[in-house]
Structures are given as C-alpha cells and as structure tokens.
C-alpha cells in the first residue's frame, strides 16, 4: 500500500498570513502515460462532510477559493493557503488514487495563533 | 446539488452484520462512483470499496473478505455490509461520490457506529 505521510501533524498560522501543509508518498503517484499526479486534498471540520479541495494535486474544486491551492509531483506535494482566514480551521488530509487500495495521510490540524 | 446521507444501527454488537445506506438526493445515482470511507475515532481516514455506476467494484483489500458494497438505483441508495464485526469497526462511515472513479467529489455528513456487546 502507499503510505502517505503528512507534515506537520499540526499547524497554528496567524490570520491573514500564509499555511502550508505537505504530503509525501512513500512511492510516485505519477503515470507517466498522462503526466498526472493521481493526488487529491480535502477539509474537514466538524459536524461538516469532507471537502474536496484539490484534485489532480494542482487543480482546484470549483467553489473553492483561489487562496488555496496545491503543488508538487511524484512524491512531494503541498497545500498552501495563502491567507488564512477564520473558516479555514479544519483538518486537511491528501489522498492518493493511483493505485487500490486508495489511503489517505494521517490528517493536519490548522489552527489560528 | 447532490446531497448524500448516511443511516446506519448506531450500535452493533460484536460478530454481527453492520448494514448502512447512503440515500442520494438532488442527482442522479446513475454516471458515478460511489465510494465509502470510515474514520475510527481519533484516526484518520480509511478506504473501504468502490462501486461504479455499471457495477464494478473494487474493495480495500484489508476488508475485502468482510464488505460488499451495492446500489439500488430504483431507491437511489447506495449499501455497505460489514461481516462479523469487531470494536476495530467503531468509526464514523462516510458516503462519498466520485465522477471520475478517482476524487471524492461529494461526501455525506457521515454516521457513527460503535461495536460494543
């Protein structure tokens, strides 16, 4: 199975400055036939149903604001908020779907300072 | 928009059969993936299968001889049973969908369940 490891494991970011969460995979989530990374980002808060975020590892969920916004490829990814804002308190968590069984990092935790 | 539920026994009692639903609303069921996640308290977050809308599936291997996953299009629900069932099984069981068979588009609120005698 695919092991993804998240850091940090928890976060506290001042409001309106910027957050920024990795993701490594213990192998490449890469196809090279299609040049994809098959690497998704979600929040979760609670009493809410997850949401998708980014999908793809750079594309954006319609809906989502543009403050967030996901990077990397193979192994390494990150997710940025560039401003955080009160709402964005959650846990965020990547994903891959490369390959079955599909996993999930361990989960960050987002705090305001 | 799409709205999905989860419903479930709550509590189920060690060996048993867990059965839970999602109930879909505000879409079709038809033309996606449907997918169910659980997340053990404290934990994070788990795969569990994956049922496309012309009936392939595909089951985390580490439930597989344990979960079916199914669909009933006519009640626009989407089902999942888990075999003899263990406290390892207590989490929160999400519903999710996918159009693409990859990412989780829309999730439900989820459900609890607890394996306790």
């Known amino acids: 199975d695919i092991v993804l490891t998240q850091s940090p494991d928890s976060l506290a970011v001042s409001l309106g400055e910027r957050a920024t969460i990795n993701c490594k995979s213990s192998q490449t989530v890469l196809y090279s036939s299609n040049n994809k990374n098959y690497l998704a980002w979600y929040q979760l808060k609670p009493g809410q149903p997850p949401k998708l975020l980014i999908y793809w590892a750079s594309t954006r969920e319609s809906g989502v604001p543009d403050r967030f916004s996901g990077s990397g490829s193979g192994t390494d990814f990150t997710l940025t908020i560039s401003s955080l804002q009160a709402e964005d308190v959650a846990v965020y968590y990547c994903h891959h779907y490369y390959n079955i069984p599909y996993t999930f990092g361990q989960g960050t935790k987002l705090e305001i300072k | 928009q799409v709205q999905l539920q989860e419903s479930g026994p709550g509590l189920v009692k060690p060996s048993e059969t867990l059965s839970l639903t999602c109930t879909v609303s505000?879409?079709?069921?038809?033309?996606?993936?449907w997918s169910w996640i659980r997340q053990p308290p404290g934990k994070g977050l788990e795969w569990i299968a994956y049922l496309s809308y012309s009936g392939s599936t595909n089951y985390n291997p580490s439930l597989k001889s344990r979960v079916t996953i199914s669909l009933d299009t006519s009640k626009k629900q989407v089902s999942l049973k888990v075999n003899s069932v263990t406290t390892a099984d207590t989490a929160v069981y999400y519903c999710?969908?996918?159009?693409?068979?990859?990412?989780?588009?829309?999730w439900g609120q989820g459900t609890l369940v607890s394996v306790s005698s």
């Open positions: 999710g969908r996918s159009s693409t068979g990859f990412e989780f588009d829309s």
């Open positions: 505000g879409d079709s069921i038809s033309n996606y993936y």
